[in-house]
């Protein structure tokens, strides 16, 4: 066991009064906050910029996204000095297409991520913290919304919507965001009902704290994590879904958006006749947002579940930080200790 | 079977929901569909009863009222009849919808249970080596997990068909007309079928190593494998106890993603232009044609929840607790 056990909290009691009230402090400090691992790091900076380009992507684009520029080439051009990110059939700009391109999707995104996530407090909690008939009904509800393909769902719905329904980004968000939350009220209507029966809930409870304000203020703090978790998941759903929606010209291609893009990509052969910079450039931010997001709620994995966490520190940052360096392959049945925790770090304060 | 007779009903309900569902949405949407369809058959001749049959699909222009139409539209469907087809010569939905249906199931059948298996496989294998290289997949997986599995179709076909020219870049076949049951027209079909499959299979997989790495570190921790270790069994069966048991969670979330892969294989389709039920749903959609993209969404939606029970038989026959608890 020279893997740093010794270091954790446990290891030495610390004495000093005040020096505990430090420990305490720290290790709220410290509960709070996301293990600072690489991955985390990398998909909140990647989330971060895709959240500016958002913003600002829009009034950098070079060129009007559907302006098609005047040559008499018939072919889409590989990137060049005037087209950073080369033409599409039409001569437009590629790079322009895609930094409009961006805000509607990160939008319909969030939009149904907020929306889903709304429905799904909603649905969860409720359907937990009730318990009986309702919890029957709507535990029943989530899982039809479950097992329903949500894509041709989604399709025929689409299908059938007038075309001018096709380029508002809030009502787009929003049908995506009915088809999208079943999943993650089903993991907090677990989680709230493990909560119900906790002592200090069943203490509120005795004081006579009314149902909403236990729900509130005893309950939903300690759904934070698994809310963020499936808020990210939904956001991830949103911006697949969307893509998908687009590429299909459910929506209207016109109203710029990555899968729009790939709409044209592909209409126009782009894949079969190797003009990599028109699908690559769509298909590469759709990954790489999803990427982020999902790196993120591998954070919040390893939050909940600190096992998960073992491998973060890798041997050759451990030998550099000066830490006992863990070994090539864990044994079994033990989960070691890789960082020193808070009283750890408390220790060396004077 | 308790268990068993309650999944049933559920998913016979599901399934009674579903068809309301595909009923319901072409009444409520704003816009009057009839027009949609007849606006898109400019150059075919409509004769009255064509108008006739849409009105009554989709109930604008009937005087019956809103149950009724109901129960008819039941009616229909328990005797097979999907309503006519607009973009396919008016053929009846049906046998529409027949002629596509191999392909689907061939394709997304096989590659969803290669997936399945590929992945759970090596998420044991993963987690078995925890910290060592093998974790520098997880992220690799995380971003094919993230891609659009039709944007991975989009690669696969510009680097192995095109500047490769490994496999064919589209369709399911190579032959225009049907040569019979051969051997050329097999490795023809497999040939064209292989790329396809290997997207889907790629595009999946990162889902299930990575739920069967998380269930398996957990499992690992338990006493049963530490004991296992202990007595000396063979690495290879402490390795079979563990995974036994933390193949549970996989197999019950299959259920559940089974209807998200479908979904993407479904767009897969359309990339390579396979001519199965994703590909006909497209066109159906470009051409408005409303009933056999209300056709097309009840045979998938009904396909799901078969795979989705067949998952339940197989848990339950896996967890005898579960048979217990009835």
Do not use: C
């Not at chain 1, 913003?55 to 996204?65: K, R, T």
């Not at chain 1, 909690?125 to 535990?139: E, I, P």
Request: glycine share 10%; no cysteine.
């Amino acid at each position: 066991m020279a893997i740093g056990i010794t270091e954790d909290r446990g290891g030495t009691p610390v004495t000093d009064p005040a020096l505990a009230v430090a420990a305490t402090a720290a290790r709220r400090g410290r509960g709070m906050r996301l293990p600072r691992s690489a991955k985390v790091l990398t998909g909140l900076g990647m989330l971060l910029f895709f959240l500016v380009l958002a913003i600002v992507g829009p009034s950098l684009a070079p060129d009007n996204p559907a302006a098609s520029a005047v040559t008499n080439v018939a072919l889409p051009q590989p990137p060049s000095a005037a087209h950073w990110l080369g033409t599409t059939q039409q001569q437009q700009d590629v790079l322009s297409q895609l930094l409009t391109g961006g805000r509607s999707t990160i939008l319909v995104a969030f939009v149904a991520g907020l929306v889903a996530t709304a429905i799904s407090i909603g649905v969860g909690v409720t359907a937990g913290y009730t318990g009986g008939r309702t919890d029957d009904l709507l535990s029943m509800l989530a899982n039809f919304f479950l097992v329903m393909p949500a894509l041709p769902l989604l399709i025929v719905i689409f299908g059938f919507l007038p075309r001018s329904g096709g380029s508002n980004d809030l009502l787009i968000g929003l049908i995506i965001a009915i088809t999208g939350w079943a999943w993650g009220a089903r993991v907090l209507r677990v989680q709230t009902l493990s909560l119900r029966n906790r002592d200090y809930v069943e203490s509120a409870r005795l004081i006579g704290e009314r149902g909403w304000r236990i729900i509130g203020f005893e309950i939903l703090p300690n759904l934070i994590p698994i809310i963020a978790s499936s808020f990210l998941f939904t956001v991830l759903y949103g911006v697949g879904t969307y893509t998908a929606l687009a590429f299909l010209a459910l929506v209207n291609p016109n109203h710029w958006s990555w899968g729009g893009m790939l709409f044209y990509a592909q209409v126009s052969n782009a894949e079969v006749s190797g003009y990599w910079w028109w699908f690559i450039p769509p298909g590469l931010a759709v990954a790489l947002m999803g990427t982020s997001l999902a790196l993120l709620n591998f954070g919040i994995d390893e939050f909940i579940n600190p096992r998960l966490r073992a491998a973060g520190l890798s041997r050759r940052r451990a030998k550099k930080a000066g830490q006992a360096v863990p070994p090539r392959r864990f044994v079994l049945g033990v989960t070691p200790v890789l960082r020193p925790s808070g009283p750890a770090r408390v220790r060396s304060l004077p | 079977m308790r268990v068993i007779s309650r999944r049933i009903a559920f998913y016979i309900l599901t399934a009674v929901a579903a068809v309301t569902v595909d009923f319901f949405i072409p009444r409520v949407m704003p816009g009057n569909p009839v027009d949609a369809v007849l606006a898109n058959m400019q150059g075919t001749v409509v004769t009255q009863s064509t108008r006739r049959a849409l009105e009554l699909q989709f109930g604008s222009g009937t005087t019956e009222g809103l149950w009724g139409q109901y129960i008819h539209f039941w009616a229909n469907i328990l005797h097979g009849d999907l309503g006519v087809s607009t973009s396919n010569g008016m053929a009846s939905v049906t046998s529409v919808i027949r002629g596509a249906l191999p392909w689907t199931l061939g394709l997304v059948g096989t590659a969803t249970v290669i997936s399945f298996g590929l992945g759970t496989l090596l998420g044991v294998l993963v987690a078995w080596r925890r910290g060592s290289w093998l974790d520098q997949l997880l992220p690799v997986t995380t971003f094919f997990q993230a891609a659009p599995y039709f944007f991975l179709a989009f690669l696969a076909v510009d680097l192995f068909a095109t500047k490769l020219g490994w496999f064919p870049p589209s369709r399911a076949y190579g032959q225009l007309d049907f040569p019979g049951f051969n051997w050329t027209y097999i490795s023809d079909v497999l040939d064209h079928a292989l790329l396809p499959a290997l997207t889907i299979v790629v595009a999946s997989a990162a889902g299930w190593i990575v739920g069967m790495r998380n269930v398996m570190i957990t499992t690992m921790d338990e006493d049963y494998v530490l004991i296992a270790q202990a007595k000396g069994l063979p690495r290879r069966r402490v390795i079979w106890y563990a995974a036994r048991n933390a193949i549970l969670p996989s197999v019950s979330g299959l259920s559940l993603a089974i209807g998200f892969v479908v979904s993407g294989a479904l767009l897969t389709e359309i990339v390579f232009s396979y001519p199965g039920l994703g590909f006909l749903m497209l066109s159906a959609v470009g051409q408005s044609d409303f009933a056999l993209l209300q056709g097309i969404f009840l045979v998938i939606t009904l396909a799901v929840l078969a795979a989705n029970l067949a998952a339940d038989f197989v848990y339950v026959f896996l967890d005898p607790r579960v048979r217990q608890e009835a």
